[in-house]
């Protein structure tokens, strides 16, 4: 009899703190599901050796575990005003508001922010794969600069997310374009020089690759000819030219 009535009075108390501990078991659950999936969908190997993933292992996780422990907070903090609406509707229904009203956003920057991080990463290292082959110290700025815009623009969309005006962050970003183009163009002008040079040289073929050409006081035979540059090999010396070179100092067809 006790028993039942201390329920009874209780009643409220006892059903708020089931709605948390099952709250607590499915958000775990849920977390445990989520990053399975993750991995299941290579989502681990995608991130591998970006920055993102390096400093999760900093704080002792990773990036899949950080985005399905998300998954298990939300489920969290529903149970929790589910127990509170339990305890007092009224506090509950504006906590519901504020949280309903709230917390997806929070959830998306999230997820967009870590997704733009990731694929900053992925831009750098796309772009300097594409420019290997460029020999030119200037070419290091291109790959960085791709990898920045993505997280600006991954930046300006979380923060939009979350209700904050970003008028003057495009106004930025713009101008930080525009800054990059005239720093790129600035810094690159060999590399966009040597690219028209090697346009002109693989339209006109005026030397084919085993040809024997003087370019100044580099001699040797046409070992490639690319849009940047033109390799000339001799004796185990192999010069790297500069296509714009090429054009700008002339070169010498030397026929045996």
């Not at 623009?153 to 005006?165: D, I, K, N, R, W």
């Amino acid at each position: 009899m006790e028993v039942s009535q201390f329920v009874a009075e209780n009643y409220d108390y006892i059903l708020a703190a089931v709605i948390v501990a099952l709250g607590f078991v499915t958000g775990v659950l849920a977390r445990r599901m989520n990053e399975r999936v993750m991995e299941a969908l290579g989502v681990g190997d995608a991130v591998e050796g970006t920055s993102v993933e390096r400093t999760a292992r900093d704080f002792g996780t990773t990036t899949t575990a950080f985005v399905a422990r998300i998954s298990g907070w939300v489920i969290y903090g529903v149970a929790i005003v589910l127990a509170v609406r339990v305890v007092n509707p009224l506090l509950a229904t504006a906590l519901w508001v504020q949280v309903t009203g709230y917390l997806p956003n929070v959830v998306i920057a999230l997820v967009v922010l870590v997704v733009g991080l990731i694929a900053g990463d992925k831009a750098e290292l796309a772009v300097s794969e594409r420019l290997r082959g460029v020999k030119l110290p200037e070419i290091g700025v291109i790959p960085v600069a791709a990898r920045y815009s993505v997280v600006f623009v991954a930046a300006l969309v979380a923060l939009s997310q979350l209700g904050v005006a970003t008028t003057a962050l495009v106004v930025a970003f713009a101008a930080y374009l525009a800054a990059g183009i005239v720093l790129t163009v600035v810094a690159t002008r060999d590399l966009l020089a040597a690219g028209a040079a090697g346009l002109y040289l693989l339209l006109t073929e005026p030397y084919g690759i085993g040809d024997t050409i003087r370019v100044e006081d580099m001699e040797g035979f046409v070992q490639e000819v690319d849009v940047f540059v033109t390799r000339i090999e001799d004796d185990g010396t192999e010069y790297v030219v500069p296509n714009h070179l090429v054009l700008r100092s002339g070169v010498v067809r030397v026929i045996d």
